[in-house]
């Protein structure tokens, strides 16, 4: 039940983007464009899915038991970053087209507070290795569905006449309280049946 | 050349119609569901309808004039989003709320993002769903029961989706009622009758494409027939699910919107199914009793998406002769 | 053109604004921006963090190698966030609980990490502190803008300890503008708000030039 809650939670009802306000800079900077925004969202899930496996073994194994749990914040971090190098030597060879559209971000990826962000979440709710790495596997997946549907709304902004002056993060910012207002549809999504 | 496979958004039509004829007759075929609310909650329907209508056409008036576009107030649009939003709130609502709900819709969701065409999600919807997160218990309980030309009531009472729920007591309307429009419920959504007229007369003008509202109502009918009861299968009330609620309004009015639903009939299919799965996912174990309108707004979301999936297999098809190949 | 002190300070309030010129550092301005108090401690530990980061990092710049630069940036900001973080949760525990996942996400903020590399990295360590607390402030100042007005709308009052203001709200306080929908909206139309009225200013400004 609780592995259900999870998924649920993280892609529809605690949805990163929409409810939550974590990983907003890239989900407003890479959403351009469908393919770049398919290409960063691959990034992100192997990030946080791993980002989360690999710290949830650090608290447990060796911050935890020695207390260090003040240093939880530089650790992480240092982990996280070290991820996002191997994701970005391994783009680069692997797709270097996708290497360069993404541009900026990948390197960026460290700074998505929605990495960090869940493993901290992962914490907070003293989840065990597995539930953390599938916590951080649906937070990954909720942020990408979102940049995938906002990806597809802006491409069709090309086309229309959308004001100049509110182009980009003044609209980009309605439109995603917009689509949070439809998001909220999903509160309290099977509440009785997980409780 | 990616750009031929881009399909242009909507509102494109095939028909010479104009944009205000077309809006006229969705205006035109609102007009059972608008009679029938005022016959059913009195004055204080037509309060709301005509706050709402108003605040919506000076809102876009208002704006236009602000930032210097074209007036476009006599294309009707704007007057739909009114009623409809009016026709999507509970009777006994104060008047402000209605204002207030028609300004964000015209403003924040279609006026923004450059007028009608460029909005991504119906207006009247997203007015609707902002009031349900600004003022949640205007939205949920203001309710009246119903009664002949203001013979109102101003107990609060259930609707029939509540009931569903087992959310608050009551018996449930007869079936007559519930198609009349004699019961609780917002001001557009009781009478199935009469927006069936409507609906009718919309698919008999082929403004709308009868895939969405089939579609939607279709999947609801299955699913709640086959979930609607706790803990046991095929069981479920499926006829009073699709009666109840926002449904009829929703299908025919809110879903087909030609902006904010696909191009393409296939799509307009997914469209309906999609709408009518979510419905019943959040009526059933939501945290709403009633699921219609986020449900449209989540589809509307998904559109462009879609149109992208759905409309490049349709390029370079001759007509019927592949899928004759495919069988 | 020698860069004064005192610009790199007053600069982070009107032109390099944080949230309204550079764009950077959304998420806390929304996440934590549903009363006036939490945007101020929240802003106090950017101001904090930004200015240790600053200075730390410009100290070191004549000796870190560009190659490690980042790692040593980030290892820079994480001590201050820790700091932060211990002095938070012993002494406004409850802040602490309120701002949540927030503070260590100072971290990440991109804020802090876009002024060390765009800024700090380059400049004489007086200068970056200067930056620090400008744009420190700046954000500050944007966080109790923000959440004044969400607060205010959102609950019918702006309430910082015992003084509230209005007394009572006269109206019915709209919830929406405590959720994250709301605030969305509500920087959006902000953000949008501005940009008119700067596009109205710079097209003046021509005007004139012409």
């Known amino acids: ?137 649906a937070g990954a997946l909720g942020w990408s569905l979102a940049i995938i549907i906002f990806a597809g709304i802006r491409e069709r902004w090309r086309l229309m006449d959308i004001p100049k002056t509110l182009e980009g993060f003044p609209l980009a910012l309605v439109s995603t309280g917009l689509m949070s207002l439809a998001f909220l549809g999903f509160q309290n999504l099977f509440k009785a049946v997980f409780r | 050349m990616t750009e031929r496979l881009v399909v242009s958004p909507s509102p494109h039509w095939k028909t010479g119609k104009t944009v205000p004829a077309l809006m006229l007759d969705v205006v035109m075929a609102l007009m059972p569901a608008v009679v029938a609310s005022v016959v059913f909650f009195g004055w204080k329907a037509l309060a709301i309808i005509l706050t709402s209508v108003s605040s919506a056409v000076i809102s876009e008036a208002v704006y236009e004039k602000a930032v210097k576009r074209e007036v476009t107030i006599k294309d009707y649009s704007a007057v739909i989003t009114g009623i409809l939003l009016a026709m999507n709130m509970p009777p006994g609502v104060p008047l402000w709320m209605p204002a207030i709900g028609s300004a964000f819709a015209i403003v924040i969701a279609k006026q923004l993002f450059g007028g009608l065409g460029c909005n991504f999600v119906n207006p009247a919807l997203a007015g609707r769903a902002f009031l349900m997160a600004a003022w949640p218990l205007h939205m949920t309980r203001d309710w009246l029961a119903p009664g002949f030309f203001g013979g109102v009531d101003a107990a609060a009472s259930a609707t029939p989706l509540a009931v569903l729920k087992g959310a608050s007591g009551g018996a449930l309307p007869g079936i007559w009622d519930m198609l009349l429009g004699n019961r609780a419920g917002c001001l557009g959504e009781t009478s199935i009758i009469a927006i069936l007229i409507g609906g009718i007369y919309l698919i008999w003008k082929e403004v709308i494409d009868p895939r969405i509202p089939l579609g939607f109502i279709g999947t609801v009918f299955v699913l709640t027939w086959v979930f609607g009861k706790p803990g046991a299968f095929f069981q479920g009330n499926a006829v009073y699910h699709i009666l109840s609620g926002g449904l009829f309004l929703g299908a025919f009015f809110m879903a087909t919107d030609y902006v904010t639903s696909p191009v393409t009939a296939k799509g307009r299919l997914l469209m309906g199914i999609g709408c009518g799965a979510i419905t019943v996912l959040i009526r059933l174990w939501g945290g709403y009793p009633e699921g219609v309108s986020y449900s449209i707004l989540l589809m509307n979301l998904v559109t462009p998406l879609i149109d992208r999936v759905v409309v490049p297999r349709y390029y370079g098809w001759k007509g019927e002769a592949r899928k004759e190949k495919a069988l | 053109m020698r860069r004064s002190v ?131 402030a700046g954000y500050t100042l944007n966080l109790i803008l923000i959440s004044g007005i969400r607060e205010f709308l959102g609950t019918g009052q702006i309430t910082v300890g015992s003084f509230r203001f209005p007394a009572a709200p006269f109206f019915e306080p709209a919830a929406v503008m405590l959720t994250p929908p709301g605030g969305f909206i509500c920087l959006g139309l902000l953000m949008a708000v501005l940009n008119v009225l700067l596009a109205r200013r710079e097209r003046k400004a021509k005007a004139q030039a012409v």
């Open chain 1, 1 to 137: 039940m609780e592995i259900i809650a999870i998924i649920l939670g993280g892609v529809l009802i605690n949805n990163f983007v929409f409810m939550q306000y974590l990983g907003l800079c890239p989900f407003v900077g890479v959403s351009r464009q469908l393919e770049t925004a398919l290409g960063m969202s691959g990034a992100v899930i192997f990030v946080m899915t791993m980002a989360s496996a690999v710290t949830s073994v650090l608290e447990i194994y060796v911050l935890a038991p020695l207390g260090l749990g003040y240093l939880r914040t530089i650790a992480y971090i240092l982990v996280i970053a070290s991820f996002v190098q191997l994701v970005e030597i391994f783009m680069k060879k692997a797709a270097p087209g996708l290497y360069k559209a993404l541009g900026i971000y990948l390197p960026l990826i460290t700074t998505n507070c929605a990495v960090l962000g869940v493993t901290m979440l992962n914490v907070r709710h003293s989840y065990g290795i597995f539930l953390s790495t599938l916590n951080g596997l």
């Open chain 3, 6 to 136: 005192f610009y790199d300070f007053i600069k982070g309030f009107i032109e390099e604004n944080p949230t309204f010129r550079l764009v950077i550092g959304m998420c806390p301005t929304l996440a934590v921006t549903t009363s006036v108090v939490n945007g101020f401690w929240m802003g106090v530990s950017v101001i904090f963090v930004l200015v240790f980061a600053n200075v730390f990092v410009s100290l070191l710049r004549k000796v870190t190698p560009d190659e490690i630069r980042l790692p040593v940036f980030v290892i820079l900001i994480a001590t201050p966030v820790v700091i932060v973080e211990l002095v938070m949760r012993a002494y406004l525990p409850a802040m602490y609980e309120i701002l949540g996942i927030f503070v260590p996400l100072i971290v990440v903020n991109c804020i802090i990490i876009a002024r060390a590399e765009a800024f700090a990295f380059k400049q004489p360590v007086l200068n970056s502190f200067a930056d620090g607390l400008g744009i420190g």
